[in-house]
């Protein structure tokens, strides 16, 4: 496993690669430092998401879940809904307004969770903040 380090708004998060995924982790990595924006989303729940529209990373699905965890990280390569990455903070159930979908969980944030539904509750009532992924 190798660790990206995530800046979100005012937060710092480390996250470990999961071996399960390691299209969406190499693909992924060949990005770093990857910036963009997060936004809250509309119809998971209690987690962040950044849209990417018609983006391919060329993985495909794998390790996908619609359950994800606190500090669980996941790429959805596109299909039903467009491209994007979801960060859950809280309880999520991963869907869009075409129903329930699963993306590939590739990242698990280990280090600054206490900080997540902090971030969480900022972007929700705050608007889009800067996110910053890169190798750790």
């Known amino acids: 496993m190798s660790s990206i380090r995530i800046t979100a708004g005012q937060y710092q998060f480390l996250?470990?690669?999961?071996?399960?995924?390691?299209?969406?982790?190499?693909?992924?990595s060949q990005l770093l430092p990857y910036r963009q924006k997060i936004i809250h989303v509309r119809w998971s729940g209690e987690a962040c998401w950044i849209p990417l529209g018609d983006?391919?990373?060329?993985?495909?699905?794998?390790?996908?879940?619609?359950?994800?965890?606190?500090?669980?990280?996941?790429?959805?390569?596109g299909g039903y809904s467009e491209t994007e990455i979801l960060l859950a903070y809280g309880s999520c159930c991963f869907a869009s307004k075409m129903g329930q979908l699963a993306g590939n969980h590739?990242?698990?944030?280990?280090?600054?969770r206490e900080n997540l539904r902090k971030l969480g509750v900022e972007v929700l009532w705050g608007g889009a903040?800067?996110?910053?992924?890169e190798a750790a």
Do not use: K
């Open 106 to 112: 590739f990242l698990t944030i280990v280090e600054g």
């Open 55 to 77: 983006f391919d990373l060329e993985t495909g699905f794998e390790n996908h879940t619609s359950h994800p965890s606190v500090g669980d990280i996941l790429f959805y390569p």
């Open 15 to 28: 996250a470990e690669t999961n071996p399960d995924a390691p299209r969406t982790v190499a693909a992924f």
């Open 129 to 133: 903040q800067d996110i910053l992924f």
